[in-house]
Antibody, heavy 123, light 107 residues
Framework: QVQLQESGPGLVKPSQTLSLTCTVSGGSISSGTYYWTWIRQYPGKGLEWIGCIFYSGITYFNPSLKSRVSISVDTSKNHFSLRLTSLTAADTAVYYC???????????????WGRGTLVTVSS | DIQMTQSPSSLSASVGDRVTITCRASQGIRNDLGWYQQKPEKAPKRLIYGASSLQSGVPSRFSGSGSGTEFTLTISSLQPEDFATYYCLQYNSYPLTFGGGTKVEIK
């Protein structure tokens, strides 16, 4: 059974850079069927798609964050990572990693999620 | 970006009630829509994909319908474990976008 687990700091100072990692267990990140995704949920409960990466390194990002975000993948460690720069209080949220089933499958969409990690931006 | 407008934002219902939640897309998205259930302190869980296909393991009282710009999630007979917040997600085009959520509370 595939599981995803986020890891990283829970508290980051304004203007600093957030780095989170999502470790995939029970399956290979190198499957051609999935995009590996970051999503965040604000304290008011709204959900925002941040971006995703294919095992080959192809990425897509939300234009609202594109200048500040990068996502990388390490197939040898079976994990992928999020980097978000120039943090402000508005970036305070629960950050989820999720597996996105591509359109090559009938069941396209986010089928597996990590438990999420709360990131607070505060001095 | 495609805007997803969900209604209502909250509702109160009793066990056994039939509940319907609507999601409208700002432009046509074919049937590229999923429905998710989220309970407090938990990650969202997929219920429906492709607008109307039931995720494996999800009770058959959940159903989805619609195509184009208007979609509905129906719970045919609300159960105690169904009190949660529900979100729609469009994956027709980037950036992927979610509806604002519908909180289903106990009457």
């Amino acid at each position: 059974q595939v599981q995803l687990q986020e890891s990283g700091p829970g508290l980051v100072k304004p203007s600093q850079t957030l780095s989170l990692t999502c470790t995939v267990s029970g399956g290979s990140i190198s499957s051609g069927t999935y995009y590996w995704t970051w999503i965040r949920q604000y304290p008011g409960k709204g959900l925002e798609w941040i971006g995703c990466i294919f095992y080959s390194g192809i990425t897509y990002f939300n234009p609202s964050l594109k200048s500040r975000v990068s996502i990388s993948v390490d197939t040898s460690k079976n994990h992928f990572s999020l980097r978000l720069t120039s943090l402000t209080a508005a970036d305070t949220a629960v950050y989820y990693c999720a597996r996105y089933v591509t359109g090559y499958s009938a069941d396209e969409g986010f089928d597996i999620w990590g438990r999420g990690t709360l990131v607070t931006v505060s001095s | 970006d495609i805007q997803m407008t969900q209604s209502p934002s909250s509702l109160s219902a009793s066990v056994g009630d039939r509940v319907t939640i609507t999601c409208r897309a700002s432009q046509g998205i074919r049937n590229d829509l999923g429905w998710y259930q989220q309970k407090p302190e938990k990650a969202p869980k997929r219920l429906i994909y492709g607008a109307s296909s039931l995720q494996s393991g999800v009770p058959s009282r959940f159903s989805g319908s619609g195509s184009g710009t208007e979609f509905t999630l129906t719970i045919s007979s609300l159960q105690p474990e169904d009190f949660a917040t529900y979100y729609c997600l469009q994956y027709n085009s980037y950036p992927l976008t979610f509806g604002g959520g519908t909180k289903v509370e106990i009457k």
